[in-house]
């Protein structure tokens, strides 16, 4: 799948923006949103919120999570932790991708925010290409990928599955020549 | 050597991945050729010598050949049919005459009809509310993207009757839907983020910013 | 404005009073189709169709244009009206051609499967059925044009059995189960049996969860 699907199905996450203007609810076919007061806190689905904010009609708030100090306990978790931790967020790298893209000026530390998620994001890529190679060499057949993200996901995507699809297919032609030998074999033996 | 013609129809085809190659008529024509020969050696020999052995093995050789040829021309003409596909879906229902030259007379044909199979079931989407699958390629945006002109476009009006001028290296944020045509007709180069790093190239230093609306804060790097 | 607003509003009441009696909304048609729309870009195969959704949302999107028209051009609730109806027209467009390129890449495969349903139980849209004929046709008549009927008498067949392409139902998935399922079957040089939890996430074969996935106990990610 494309980043950019992975991330219009983020854009449909909620978030908190504080608008300039008043406006009435609004009834969306994916629900309603609003009513807007000027200088209310509201949430709103992210392609909206970024849209608005290119206008100049709102504050983006972010989101709860997006705060340094907790970022930095997430990556320490990440470090210490054999498996994959929970995510604040299914789109945590694609939400910060676009929040802080278009709202760096509205979010408070953005540039730490970046360099904390790019961090986590690290750690996890290197931890899954870890657990993909011990995955592949046990010639598992299915694996459990709890708190795994939409983007981490998507980016092992050209990868993990294919490499399995010809393991697979490798077992298969084992097999075959296997049972063709045995075949061969018990002609063989009847021959004789 | 038998067959070796058919792998190299195949071949053609293989090294021109992007495009689609003049349609190699002589070739098939040798191949078609070579398999009437093996056929009527086939026929001969089934017909005055068919008990013997060796005969047996020649038979079935060439049968392999004529079998082979068949694939090969098959995959030829699958292959090109398939490039031929893609076309109506990049430049909708009338081929560049660029690539028609390229073409057979019945890829000619098979186009058309394909591209009038299409529209049959695009008409009848939704209860015959009707959808047109070959737009919206990629997921939304933004209504407004901001674009750089590239050539001296001069006025250029919006459905809405609101108007702007175009010149080199300014920088406009336009919406969307009407933005299309005029990158389309190299215009305009978009600068969304989403395009960046498909133009990077022929991104360069702003100048001459005016914008139409505001600029656009979005530029996003990460 | 009031326009829009009463007939949108008319339209959630509508939809939110048949919710009561276990009908769907708006809402909940625009999952379904984007859950349809993932599973199908995931899955080797084709999946059963969803055209009722899709004529249902596509319904509800020409409504709201209509009523569109009332506001102004510019004006921002018909803008973001706009917006989302965009993203609803990606999302539903994505599906159907994800569709349209599997009955093309697969079109002998298919057309041989959905002989053998009912027309009730069909893959197909009746309209996607015609597609895949028509194209399928087209193909033959070109391989006869400009090919088999130059051949030997032999070998003029139009052979389906050995030019058919088949999905590779065994290819890997990414999927998250919708609720607690025992007693999947994974298949391996040992057959292997596993359980998935509610809202846990698997890589495994498509073929051991085909059914579930088309019955939407498991969605594919």
Redesign the interface.
């Given at each position: 799948?494309d980043p950019n699907?992975v991330e219009?199905l983020g854009e449909k996450q909620l978030v908190s923006i504080v608008p300039n203007?008043n406006?009435?609810m609004?009834?969306?076919?994916?629900?309603?949103i609003g009513p807007f007061r000027a200088g209310l806190p509201v949430k709103i689905p992210i392609?909206?919120a970024i849209?608005l904010k290119q206008q100049h009609?709102c504050r983006i708030i972010g989101q709860e999570w997006m705060d340094v100090e907790d970022l930095k306990n997430i990556k320490e978790e990440e470090k210490k932790s054999k498996v994959f931790t929970k995510m604040p967020s299914n789109h945590y790298m694609d939400e910060v991708h676009m929040l802080l893209g278009a709202a760096s000026d509205d979010i408070p530390n953005a540039d730490e925010i970046r360099t904390a998620v790019k961090d986590i994001w690290d750690i996890r890529m290197s931890k899954l290409r870890t657990s993909i190679n011990a995955f592949l060499k046990s010639e598992g057949?299915?694996?459990?990928?709890?708190?795994?993200t939409?983007m981490e996901?998507n980016n092992v995507?050209p990868l993990?599955?294919?490499a399995?699809?010809q393991m697979?297919r490798l077992?298969q032609i084992g097999?075959a020549s296997a049972t063709a030998d045995s075949r061969e074999e018990s002609q063989n033996m009847s021959s004789i | 050597m038998f067959g070796r013609r058919g792998v190299e129809l195949v071949k053609e085809l293989d090294q021109s991945l992007d495009s689609i190659p003049p349609f190699n008529e002589e070739l098939?024509t040798e191949i078609?050729e070579e398999?009437?020969r093996l056929?009527n050696e086939n026929r001969i020999d089934v017909n005055t010598r068919p008990d013997d052995h060796e005969t047996y093995l020649s038979i079935k050789v060439r049968h392999a050949v004529?079998?082979r040829d068949?694939r090969c021309?098959?995959a030829y003409?699958?292959n090109r049919?398939r490039r031929i596909?893609q076309m109506r879906w990049e430049f909708g229902s009338i081929l560049p005459p660029e690539i028609t030259v390229s073409l057979?007379k019945?890829?000619v044909?098979?186009f058309d009809?394909?591209s009038k199979?299409?529209a049959?079931?695009m008409k009848?989407?939704?209860?015959n509310?009707g959808?047109?699958?070959t737009?919206?390629l990629?997921?939304?945006k933004s209504?407004f993207i901001e674009v750089k002109c590239i050539a001296d476009y001069g006025k250029f009006e919006f459905?809405?009757g609101e108007s702007v001028q175009l010149k080199k290296n300014t920088y406009h944020l336009l919406p969307r839907s009407e933005c299309e045509q005029l990158v389309r007709q190299d215009g305009c180069v978009l600068l969304s983020p989403r395009s960046l790093t498909v133009n990077c190239k022929r991104h360069c230093e702003r100048k001459d910013q005016e914008t139409k609306r505001e600029s656009l804060s979005a530029c996003r790097s990460l | 404005m009031e326009e829009v607003?009463e007939v949108?509003?008319e339209?959630?009441e509508f939809l939110e009073e048949s919710d009561e009696d276990g009908g769907v909304t708006?809402?909940s048609v625009?999952q379904d189709i984007e859950n349809a729309w993932l599973n199908e870009?995931?899955a080797p195969e084709i999946l059963p169709h969803q055209?009722d959704a899709?004529?249902c949302?596509?319904?509800?999107?020409?409504h709201?244009e209509d009523n569109m028209k009332s506001l102004g051009?510019?004006s921002?609730?018909s803008?973001?009206?706009?917006?989302?109806i965009?993203?609803?027209?990606?999302i539903?467009?994505?599906y159907?051609?994800c569709r349209?390129e599997k009955i093309?890449q697969y079109a002998m495969h298919i057309l041989t499967e959905e002989a053998q349903r009912g027309r009730e139980d069909g893959y197909l849209s009746s309209?996607?059925l015609?597609?895949a004929k028509?194209?399928l046709s087209?193909?033959e008549?070109?391989?006869r044009?400009?090919?088999l009927q130059?051949?030997?008498n032999?070998?003029q067949k139009f052979e389906i059995e050995t030019?058919t392409v088949k999905p590779?139902i065994?290819?890997?998935?990414?999927l998250r189960a919708n609720k607690r399922i025992t007693g999947i079957i994974?298949?391996?040089?040992v057959d292997?049996e596993?359980d998935f939890e509610e809202g846990?996430?698997?890589?495994?074969?498509y073929s051991?969860v085909a059914d579930l996935v088309k019955n939407g106990d498991i969605q594919l990610?």
């Amino acid at each position: 799948m494309d980043p950019n699907e992975v991330e219009f199905l983020g854009e449909k996450q909620l978030v908190s923006i504080v608008p300039n203007f008043n406006f009435d609810m609004i009834h969306l076919i994916s629900g309603s949103i609003g009513p807007f007061r000027a200088g209310l806190p509201v949430k709103i689905p992210i392609w909206l919120a970024i849209n608005l904010k290119q206008q100049h009609k709102c504050r983006i708030i972010g989101q709860e999570w997006m705060d340094v100090e907790d970022l930095k306990n997430i990556k320490e978790e990440e470090k210490k932790s054999k498996v994959f931790t929970k995510m604040p967020s299914n789109h945590y790298m694609d939400e910060v991708h676009m929040l802080l893209g278009a709202a760096s000026d509205d979010i408070p530390n953005a540039d730490e925010i970046r360099t904390a998620v790019k961090d986590i994001w690290d750690i996890r890529m290197s931890k899954l290409r870890t657990s993909i190679n011990a995955f592949l060499k046990s010639e598992g057949t299915h694996a459990k990928l709890d708190h795994l993200t939409a983007m981490e996901i998507n980016n092992v995507r050209p990868l993990l599955p294919h490499a399995l699809d010809q393991m697979v297919r490798l077992q298969q032609i084992g097999q075959a020549s296997a049972t063709a030998d045995s075949r061969e074999e018990s002609q063989n033996m009847s021959s004789i | 050597m038998f067959g070796r013609r058919g792998v190299e129809l195949v071949k053609e085809l293989d090294q021109s991945l992007d495009s689609i190659p003049p349609f190699n008529e002589e070739l098939i024509t040798e191949i078609l050729e070579e398999m009437q020969r093996l056929y009527n050696e086939n026929r001969i020999d089934v017909n005055t010598r068919p008990d013997d052995h060796e005969t047996y093995l020649s038979i079935k050789v060439r049968h392999a050949v004529l079998k082979r040829d068949k694939r090969c021309i098959l995959a030829y003409l699958y292959n090109r049919l398939r490039r031929i596909r893609q076309m109506r879906w990049e430049f909708g229902s009338i081929l560049p005459p660029e690539i028609t030259v390229s073409l057979s007379k019945p890829e000619v044909q098979w186009f058309d009809s394909y591209s009038k199979c299409l529209a049959t079931y695009m008409k009848s989407i939704g209860d015959n509310h009707g959808l047109n699958l070959t737009s919206d390629l990629a997921p939304p945006k933004s209504l407004f993207i901001e674009v750089k002109c590239i050539a001296d476009y001069g006025k250029f009006e919006f459905g809405d009757g609101e108007s702007v001028q175009l010149k080199k290296n300014t920088y406009h944020l336009l919406p969307r839907s009407e933005c299309e045509q005029l990158v389309r007709q190299d215009g305009c180069v978009l600068l969304s983020p989403r395009s960046l790093t498909v133009n990077c190239k022929r991104h360069c230093e702003r100048k001459d910013q005016e914008t139409k609306r505001e600029s656009l804060s979005a530029c996003r790097s990460l | 404005m009031e326009e829009v607003d009463e007939v949108v509003e008319e339209n959630a009441e509508f939809l939110e009073e048949s919710d009561e009696d276990g009908g769907v909304t708006a809402q909940s048609v625009l999952q379904d189709i984007e859950n349809a729309w993932l599973n199908e870009k995931f899955a080797p195969e084709i999946l059963p169709h969803q055209s009722d959704a899709v004529e249902c949302m596509l319904q509800q999107i020409s409504h709201m244009e209509d009523n569109m028209k009332s506001l102004g051009k510019g004006s921002m609730k018909s803008l973001i009206h706009q917006m989302e109806i965009n993203r609803i027209r990606f999302i539903i467009s994505s599906y159907l051609r994800c569709r349209l390129e599997k009955i093309e890449q697969y079109a002998m495969h298919i057309l041989t499967e959905e002989a053998q349903r009912g027309r009730e139980d069909g893959y197909l849209s009746s309209d996607e059925l015609r597609f895949a004929k028509d194209y399928l046709s087209s193909i033959e008549l070109l391989f006869r044009t400009l090919a088999l009927q130059h051949m030997p008498n032999v070998l003029q067949k139009f052979e389906i059995e050995t030019m058919t392409v088949k999905p590779n139902i065994h290819a890997h998935v990414f999927l998250r189960a919708n609720k607690r399922i025992t007693g999947i079957i994974v298949p391996g040089t040992v057959d292997e049996e596993v359980d998935f939890e509610e809202g846990s996430q698997h890589i495994v074969q498509y073929s051991a969860v085909a059914d579930l996935v088309k019955n939407g106990d498991i969605q594919l990610i």
